[in-house]
């Protein structure tokens, strides 16, 4: 069984930080790839960061300079370090992951992940 959790969300004034955690469960190849993802109400949901096996990163643009995503696999456990949040940061974000690594592993994969968590939501106030 897989389960993906979600912690570290919370509400933080623009120019502030937040760490969100993922602690993961179940065999490590449903993990070849994690990502974040977050929607916020009325919109679609969009990719935040994703990471492979090898290690192999990508962000979304907007993202680029003030989030890092890193994992570690001795604690199961995936990270997203936020910096500079910004209003528009606000959303529910989401942990994901997949037993598809290599090529399939992307931003692109907003739905097509196979597991999630139930989310946590950072609000972010100007």
């Known amino acids: 069984q897989v389960q993906l959790v979600e912690s570290g969300g919370g509400s933080v004034q623009a120019g502030g930080s937040l760490r969100l955690s993922c602690a993961a469960s179940?065999?490590?190849?449903?993990?070849?790839?994690m990502g974040w993802f977050r929607q916020a109400p009325g919109k679609e949901r969009e990719g935040v960061a994703v990471i492979n096996t090898l290690g192999r990163t990508e962000y979304a643009g907007s993202m680029k300079g003030r989030f890092t995503i890193s994992q570690d696999n001795a604690k199961n456990t995936l990270y997203l370090q936020m910096n500079n949040l910004k209003p528009e940061d606000t959303a529910m974000y989401y942990c994901a992951s997949d037993l598809r690594g290599g090529d399939f592993c992307g931003l692109s994969r907003k739905y097509d992940m196979l597991y999630w968590g139930q989310g946590t939501q950072v609000t972010v106030s100007s």
């Open positions: 179940g065999a490590t190849y449903t993990r070849n790839c």
